[in-house]
């Protein structure tokens, strides 16, 4: 949380930083441009009101100097007045002004006619306009006039040399119309006065109606827009004094300065934009890395492993939030701490620490280690620990780092499991019953419990393959059969199951019990029964006598009529041979009849063996039917028999189902006695499916309560006063001899019917001792 601040602090820090840094050069940048700026307005200023300055001193100084001449030359005109032209005086003093004053070209003294009395220099410059120039005339006459000092108006000599007249009144005592005239250069004027310092700085004109009439400049300089004008009046002239400023030549300081400041600014944006490229692309590799750390610590949040890291000497130096959870103490409470570590069980302090030390000696298996710690609260707990070297980002070794699981879950699950898988061995070994999983496809065997080893003794099974040769396997319904194992002579009772083993592939299951104990009582109790069912024969046997006395009797009364109806052919003269040989042939027939009748009684009471073959079971039921023809009627039956031409012949003993059928057929007889003559009914019904003959008899007699259909089959069992109760049970032992199945159920309408199935020989698969 802590951290998460600093970083946000941080952060607000550089944006405010990449933000600041160009505002502050920019701001840099033009607190610099205004200072130059101001520093030019300030100079332009200080220029201005220099300039306005010098003008008018410039003024005062030209001024001053032609007032100067003009005194100079009244003072002349005094001496011409008073002494004379001639005299030494005039001649000094002229001398002298011309001396003193360059800008002034000539001196002439005229009359009043304008004639030149005298002059000097003595010859007249070419430049110098002629005496008549009206300028002159207008010049002089206005001095006539107001006998006061003129200037004549502008007169431009040839070279364009600008000349003023100053005319001076010179007053003779006799003639007041004298004039001295002084011809002004006013280029030269400008030249001689208007000092260095001026013209260093200012170029100055002479302008009239906006023509430059005179000037001084320095040729090397350029002038600037910066001028200043100033009324300077010559009467008549109206002249314009005029200055303009040269363009400055900045100090070698002032370009130093520039220089350094536009470097400086330069730099200072140069490495503004440098700084703020260099801030972005931290930014964004602080992005990254916050990115990726927020990442990290998410992973390492979410693990559930336990990571510890602790420095070369063994501190704690980093622990996760899984390690703290784990082992119950607080980050705080664990960081910086060494041997001993806190969660170390104290009855496991060597273990803990022979395992510390090998880590610190790098010498930590790379197995890892299987542990025990503690927790805050006491508890112990398994874990399991690897570590390895801590490598930092330079590559240098700087300590160690281990991940830890609890395998306290798993180690509990690991024993649930070894305990379970104990259970289900005791279990499977403790079955009486040989158990064995064989692959499907290869036929090894996965699995067997230990009777099956020793029943089959086989104990090192490993690798092999199951060679049994239980019963043919079949998919879909499990199988359940009977097997001899003739090599040791044990019956097996086998069930054989396809199934899906825990890798998801196909198996058999089988399990297969030794029933040879079972299989040898089984037999007794056949014996058993046969011994009973020959009592039970012969006591049938006097039931049946008088209905075989009936039966046979029929064949026998035949007989007697056909050898009388003989008898009576021989007594003829001439005895038909047809008729007697037809005679004996029926009375043969008759004669087997009842040959048939006594051996199939003979064979019903002998005591013997069953022994299968292939029989038709039209012949059984018609045999069942002669027997009891004389009963059924004797009891006004209807028996109705399905159709048994088209049935398919069956491999048993046909006596013994003779007998079966007799029985069932004979019960249902006897259970029709207080039934009404009318509804009394037996049916035989037999109908063949796909590996089974069923056998219905159903008769509309008592019919028999739920609770006593399976009663009815135990030996010993019966209602019936003189009944032995053994039938049914004979009946069931020899269907299910046939592998058939015998049961009653209620017969709808009334009654009961008692069914039984014999398998047809294809599906026939037991084995036939
Ligand atoms: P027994 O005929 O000597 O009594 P059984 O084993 O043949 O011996 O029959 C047992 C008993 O089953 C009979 O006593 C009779 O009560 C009953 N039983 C057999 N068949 C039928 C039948 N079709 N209807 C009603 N009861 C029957």
Known sequence: MLNKLSRQKEHA?????????????????????????????????????????????????????????????????????????????????????????????????????????????????DFLPEQKHRNLVAARSAVLASQDAHFSSVILGKQNVPLVALVIPVRLSFNGRHTLLAMINLNTLLQQQVPWWIAQRYQITLNQNGQQIASKFDRNLDPTQLSESIQFDLEPNQFELKATVYKQ?????????????????????????????????RQKVEGQLRQETAMREAMENSLVTGIRAMDKDGHLIYINRAFCEMVGYSYEALIGKSQIMPYWPPEDLDRCTAVYRAILSGRAE??????????????????????????????????????????????????????????????????????????????????????????????DWHGRYCALPYVARRKGAPIDTE??????????????????????????????????????????ERLQNEQLQQTTRLISMGEMASSLAHELNQPLAAIASYATGCRNVLSQAEPNIGQLDQAIEKMAAQAKRAGKIISGIREFVQRRAPHRKPCEIAELVDTVRTLLAAEIAKQQIKLSISDVTQLPPISADPVM?????????????????????????????????????????????????????????????????????????????????????????????????????????????????
């Open 13 to 125: 820090l550089s944006r405010w930083l990449l933000t600041i840094t160009p505002f502050a050069a920019a701001l840099f940048a033009l607190a610099f441009a205004l200072f130059l700026i101001q520093t030019a307005v300030k100079e332009d200023q200080a220029t201005s009101v220099a300039l306005e300055q010098d003008l008018l001193w410039q003024k005062q100084a030209l001024k001053n100097r032609l007032d100067n001449l003009n005194t100079q030359l009244n003072g002349l005109a005094e001496v011409i007045a008073t002494e004379g032209f001639a005299s030494a005086n005039f001649t000094g003093r002229s001398l002298s002004i011309l001396q003193d004053s360059p800008e002034v070209m000539s001196l002439e003294y005229m009359d009043e006619t304008g004639q030149e009395r005298w002059r000097y220099p003595q010859y007249r410059p």
């Open 483 to 524: 097997w001899f194992d003739a090599f040791r002579g044990h019956w097996y009772q086998v069930k054989s199951r396809s199934s899906v083993w825990v890798d998801g592939s196909e198996v058999w299951l089988e399990i297969a019990t030794d029933i040879t104990a079972l299989k040898n009582a089984q037999e007794r």
């Open 657 to 769: 189902l003779e007998q079966v059928m007799f029985n069932l057929m004979k019960n249902a007889i006897e259970a029709m006695h207080n039934t009404p003559a009318a509804e009394r009914s037996l049916a035989l019904t037999i109908t063949p499916s796909d590996d089974i003959l069923s056998f219905v008899i159903s008769d509309r007699g008592t019919g028999i309560a739920p609770e006593q259909m399976e009663q009815l089959f135990k030996p010993f069992f019966t209602t019936k006063n003189t009944g032995m109760g053994m039938g049914l049970n004979i009946c069931r032992s020899i269907i299910e001899h046939h592998q058939g199945r015998l049961w009653v159920e209620a017969n709808p309408g009334g009654g009961s019917r008692f069914i039984f199935t014999l398998p047809l020989p294809q599906d026939n698969l037991a084995y036939e001792p």
């Open 366 to 459: 790379p197995t890892g280690y299987q542990m025990r710690f503690m927790r805050a609260n006491g508890e112990r707990f398994d874990v399991r620990l690897y570590a390895a070297k801590l490598i930092d980002g330079d590559g240098q070794h700087t300590g160690w780092i281990s991940s830890i699981y609890d395998i306290t879950e798993l180690q509990r699950e690991r024993d649930a499991l070894q305990a379970s898988h104990e259970r289900f061995v005791t279990v499977l070994n403790g079955l009486d019953a040989a158990v064995s999983v064989s692959d499907a496809s290869s036929g090894e065997m996965l699995l067997t419990n230990r009777q099956f080893d020793r029943a089959f003794s086989i104990p």
């Open 249 to 281: 030549k900045r100090s070698w300081q002032q370009h130093l300065l520039t220089l350094v400041v536009a470097t400086l600014s330069i730099l200072m944006i140069g490495s503004t934009w440098a700084l703020r490229r260099h801030i972005k692309e």
